[in-house]
């Protein structure tokens, strides 16, 4: 007596094309750039605000797949997507390019120290970072003429350092998304 | 989480740390590359305006589509803290009453001195009019430069050095034109000088911003501290680029030397943004500083 396993094949045939596969490169690369370029782009949106509260979300979905994904970013990447910031943000044109340039040596002099961290410390060294380079930020806006007082940066750094956990997820989300295509 | 570091090697091989060590020099040397051209841009603030300019036009028509959008998003993002303020009702309630009872004085303040003024001055100077009217389509939200995008550009006779003002005050100057947008200092930079002067007595006076949505206003005369809460502040037309009595702010409290004040026009709801003449043509010669330099026009006493 004989039984077909016909049946069953062509069941399997429709996930064949999905199991096994080859993943994308172009959206395992693109989709984390992409993803930093937009951040950059939301000062763009219709958005307007009397004082500096918008978190750096360039900077922050930035920090996020670097802290997420760390070997992801080669080191020299802070370069042309702090450039690509700069053009957008309104502040001194190279400010950000520095700032995220020196960001990547910082977290890659970090991860040679603390190789192993857990959620909180990660959050931790993002709320440094985030808070130095909006310091940062406007102490190179200083060089070209009248500074605001420094106070009036705290409401954007607190609000910034309380949506990395929402960035983060949302990197995470972005990160399945690239490596399951 | 578990480094899966592919750039970082372990270990003792000569080949992978070289690796490494050239990524350090590589980003070390990207990092110099980007303190140059921001030692460059704050010489000379205008150089990289092309990029900008470049990066503003592509994105115009992004900031065009969603502009219905706005009010909206202004109410849940600009007012946030407004409603977190005004946790109650009834303060919000007080809130609006006293907004309008200073908006009933101010227009009244106003309408008697810009009598009493022509009458004075035999006003040489009339109202000449707008350039042209446009809107705000965005800011720099994150960032302490406060600038923002104004959706027409060198298209309608816009230049570098004219006022913008709204229906309820003056909103700031254009500083860099682009063929379809401008991009727009507002009066709360702190790079933003204005001569002002009180509505009610002329009282002269220099206005600045604080970056954080408030001007602060000192006295040209020092030594006296003539404002009182709820004093309403007008441009003076000292130094010829605003036209006098422009509304610019509402004294909040006083300070040391001179008042903390709010600018009576809001940019996140200003229905329309009206791009003034610049008020005396010699004001145009100022104009050949770079555009992020503030202008030499401290009121005269």
Known sequence: MKVSIAPRRRASAGYRSRLNREQSRLSMLAIPIISVLLGSMVTTLPIITTQAILPPLGLMIFLSWRLLRPGFWPMWSGLPLGLFDDIFSGSPFGSAALIWSLMMIALELIDSRAVWRDYLQDWLVAAIIIALSIVGGWFFLGLSGAKPHLETLAPQIILSIFCYPLIVRLVSRLDSWRLAT | ?301
């Open chain 2, 1 to 301: 989480m578990a480094p899966s570091h592919k750039n970082r090697p372990r270990g003792f091989s000569r080949k992978a740390q070289y690796g490494l060590f050239a990524t350090y020099v590589l980003t070390i040397a990207g990092a110099i590359f980007a303190g140059l051209l921001l030692i460059i841009s704050v010489i000379d603030p205008t150089g990289f305006s092309a990029l900008r300019i470049i990066g503003t036009e592509i994105t115009a028509p992004i900031a065009r589509l969603f502009d219905s959008l706005r009010r909206s998003a202004n109410d849940l993002g600009g007012n946030t803290s407004a409603y977190l303020d005004a946790a109650s009702k009834n303060r919000a309630l007080e809130k609006q009453v006293k907004k309008n009872r200073i908006r009933l004085i101010e227009a009244t303040a106003i309408k008697l001195e810009n009598k009493r003024l022509r009458g004075l001055l035999k006003l040489k100077h009339e109202e000449t009019g707008h350039i042209a009217i446009g809107r705000l389509i965005s800011s720099s939200a994150a960032s302490s430069r406060r600038l923002a995008t104004l959706s027409i550009g060198a298209n309608f006779g816009i230049r570098s050095g004219q006022p913008v003002r709204g229906p309820d005050g003056l909103i700031g100057r254009v500083i860099e034109t682009g063929p379809t947008t401008a991009r727009v200092l507002l009066i709360t930079d702190a790079n933003s000088p204005v001569p002002v002067m009180r509505a009610k007595d002329g009282t002269p006076a220099s206005g600045e911003g604080l970056s954080n949505g408030l001007v602060i206003i000192r006295p040209v005369n020092l030594g006296l501290n003539p404002f009182k809460i709820g004093d309403i502040i007008v441009t003076s037309g000292n130094g010829g680029l605003f036209r006098p009595n422009i509304p610019y702010a509402i004294v909040l409290r006083k300070t040391a030397d001179g008042a903390i004040a709010r600018p009576l026009a809001t940019p996140a709801t200003s229905p329309y943004a009206m791009v003034l003449p610049i008020y005396e043509e010699y004001a145009l010669a100022t104009q050949a500083q770079p555009a992020d330099q503030p202008i030499a026009n401290e009121p005269i006493p």
